[in-house]
Nanobody, 126 residues
């Protein structure tokens, strides 16, 4: 599967952005999909993930209540709605796909994530 993220940009604190990830490949609709981010000088970290049914999304504690992940299996699109953005949300955001053998949206380690797309930069100014 090929993944491509878009929608990043610059916004002031308290603002919103909507990221999209388009996927190609037959295995998209059955795979858990997720968003990760990497800030300058820091390791990549989990942001959110969603099962192919759309049920039971999982979020990192740092974004709970502010971000919402969703997916459209017909259009092969993954979305991350980001509200109440903070300067610490500044990072390159990437979408990723879990191996099809992993059906849970819980984050259990990088080893479960097989495919990665190019990221999109989000900059939040104070």
């Amino acid at each position: 599967v090929q993944l491509q993220a878009s929608g990043g940009g610059s916004v002031q604190a308290g603002g919103s952005l909507r990221l999209s990830c388009t996927a190609s490949g037959q295995s998209y609709s059955r795979a858990v999909m997720g968003w990760f981010r990497q800030a300058p000088g820091r390791e990549r970290e989990f942001v959110a993930a969603i099962r192919w049914t759309g049920a039971t999304p999982n979020y990192a504690d740092s974004v709970k209540g502010r971000f919402r992940i969703s997916r459209d299996n017909v259009r092969n699109t993954l979305t991350l709605q980001m509200d109440s953005l903070k300067p610490e949300d500044t990072a390159i955001y990437s979408c990723a796909r879990k191996g099809v053998q992993y059906s849970s949206s819980a984050y259990r380690g990088m080893h479960e994530w097989n495919d990665w797309g190019q990221g999109t930069l989000v900059t939040v100014s104070s």
